[in-house]
């Protein structure tokens, strides 16, 4: 269980924007207001969408500083 989370925030870390005005910046680098907008309109469907709405939880609630450790401690 422990394992899967670690993975799933490595991951989420070191996860690229796909697609729009910050396509190819980390998603921890996209501001906060990018993802309220999102989930005022919906986030997209599947993995990306999940991950944008984890990304705005950790924003939301100043934890940006836990996933740039992550993203120091673990390269890809």
Do not use: C, S, V
């Amino acid at each position: 269980m422990l394992q899967g989370n670690r993975d799933a925030l490595i991951e989420l870390a070191h996860y690229k924007m796909p697609f729009g005005k910050y396509q190819g910046e980390y998603l921890i680098d996209i501001p906060e207001y990018y993802y309220t907008w999102f989930k005022q309109k919906g986030f997209p469907k599947g993995k990306l969408g999940g991950m944008m709405q984890q990304m705005h939880d950790i924003k939301i609630n100043g934890l940006e500083e836990l996933i740039y450790t992550i993203k120091k401690q673990y390269k890809k």
